[in-house]
């Protein structure tokens, strides 16, 4: 059993079910240094290692707009993550949380955010910096930073 597997003391694993009430489309990987998620950073960095992102065609069409050292959110999926916790033990502390207080990749659907700074564009793959998932991660979707989205509305709508 690894790491990310193992419940420490305190935790609370539920029994689920297999979902079926939604379809994602995964639009892409992501390519980063980390292969386990202890080798991760607990957050994202601006300042962080270089990664790529690669968006799978036809999808590739949707970067059109796109510019170097704007601020993307990543939308990904956290696939090797638990999706059984309703408590969790966080290193560091002596009593668990509950799932939703935290921002643990474990989660009964774990989605994973970052905020990174788009560094460089080529073709379908994306250069940024910020990412603290794992290598080969799917991609479920990009977006304009929200700041970033408001100040090109107020812009266009002025």
Not at 124 to 152: E, Y
Request: hydrophobic residues 35%.
């Amino acid at each position: 059993m690894s790491e990310q597997q193992r419940i420490r003391p305190g935790e609370v694993a539920v029994e689920t079910v297999p979902a079926a009430d939604a379809w994602l489309r995964f639009i892409g990987h992501i390519h980063t240094p980390w292969q386990r998620r202890e080798d991760c950073p607990r957050q994202g960095n601006v300042e962080g290692p270089a990664c790529q992102i690669e968006v799978f065609e036809p999808w590739d069409q949707a970067l059109s707009g796109l510019q170097p050292q704007s601020t993307l959110e990543v939308l990904y999926w956290l696939d090797q993550s638990r999706r059984d916790l309703v408590l969790q033990g966080p290193k560091g502390r002596d009593q668990p949380l509950g799932t939703f207080a935290l921002r643990s990749p474990v989660r009964p659907n774990p989605i994973g955010s970052s905020l990174v700074r788009l560094i460089g564009i080529d073709g379908r793959m994306l250069r940024v910096r910020g990412l603290d998932c794992l290598d080969g991660t799917p991609l479920l979707d990009l977006k304009p930073a929200r700041s970033a989205f408001i100040a090109q509305h107020d812009r266009l709508s002025g």
